[in-house]
């Protein structure tokens, strides 16, 4: 039998889903961050751009 556990939301959320949340293209994803319609993504070292989960609910309306 194993163990079933929810799964854990991670802090962070990167392209990939935000584009998800927000239900458009990456290509309309890239116009909206070029345009500043979106919250700036976390300064990392790689090309990778991801923000906190917090910035992205704040976002999207939700109080954390």
Do not use: I, Y
């Not at 116009?31 to 999207?60: C, H, I, Q, Y």
Request: charged share 30%.
């Amino acid at each position: 039998m194993k163990n079933h556990q929810p799964p854990v939301e991670r802090p962070v959320v990167n392209s990939k889903e935000f584009m998800r949340m927000l239900d458009v293209s990456p290509n309309t994803f890239g116009k909206m961050l070029k345009k500043g319609t979106l919250p700036k993504p976390m300064d990392l070292p790689t090309r990778e751009r991801k923000w906190r989960r917090s910035d992205v609910e704040a976002f999207f309306g939700f109080s954390s």
